[in-house]
């Protein structure tokens, strides 16, 4: 009898929130399982808006959102490859 290993249909990500996207999400960081087929952190922003309107309130302008894959800031078609942190903040000023 050949024995194959279960497929895995989600994997498990620790996601940050900063600033006003912590505020809107409600919680500074979580640890959710999320589908195994999303690719990119784009990907991950649209999953995120279907979870309530906490989400979609944090992420309602997708252009303004900037991401870290495991502290490296990446842009939104990076892939999410093995990051096990993904950090969302908005756009920083200097000064």
Do not use: C
Not at 72 to 94: D, N, Q
């Amino acid at each position: 009898m050949n024995a194959t290993a279960p497929l895995t249909t989600t994997r498990t990500v620790k996601l940050v929130y900063f600033a006003w996207m912590r505020e809107r999400v409600g919680v500074p960081s979580e640890t959710l399982d999320i589908p195994a087929d999303l690719a990119t952190i784009a990907d991950l922003v649209r999953w995120l808006k279907t979870r309530g309107e906490n989400y979609e309130a944090a992420f309602a302008n997708e252009a303004v959102v900037r991401a870290a894959l495991d502290q490296v800031h990446a842009k939104p078609h990076a892939a999410l490859g093995s990051a096990r942190e993904i950090a969302f903040f908005p756009p920083m000023t200097g000064g």
